[in-house]
């Protein structure tokens, strides 16, 4: 069974960092993508980057504009989402996701496995 933890959410203030965590566990995840996603309170959940485990590939967000970068640790078997820039509206619980397949997907749709999430709140 796959499971997904993450962490390194946490209250910044507009223009600060945070480095998001997400630990995998119960599979081999080469022939895995890996997802963040976003929602905020009243709001759909939201794409916010992908990353094909085997290659790196990446894929991100409209809204990111190169404010975020989506990484993998191989040996940690940890997927990371470094927040750079960060803005209130970036306000949201942040979500891993895993899918079984090496399209970068974008929609909730085609993940599989989601962990708990995760909060960020940035305040103005």
């Known amino acids: 069974q796959v499971q997904l933890v993450e962490s390194g959410g946490g209250l910044v203030q507009a223009g600060g960092s945070l480095r998001l965590s997400c630990a995998a566990s119960g599979r081999t995840f080469g022939t895995y993508t890996m997802g963040w996603f976003r929602q905020a309170p009243g709001k759909e959940r939201e794409f916010v980057a992908a990353i094909r485990w085997s290659s790196s590939s990446t894929l991100y967000g409209d809204f990111v504009k190169g404010r975020f970068t989506i990484s993998r640790d191989n040996a940690k078997n940890t997927v990371y989402l470094q927040m750079n820039s960060l803005k209130p509206e970036d306000t949201a619980v942040y979500y891993c996701?895993?899918?079984?397949?090496?399209?970068?997907?974008?929609?909730?749709?085609?993940?599989?496995?989601w962990g708990q999430g995760t909060q960020v709140t940035v305040s103005s």
């Open positions: 996701a895993a899918v079984r397949s090496s399209t970068l997907y974008r929609s909730v749709l085609n993940y599989d496995y």
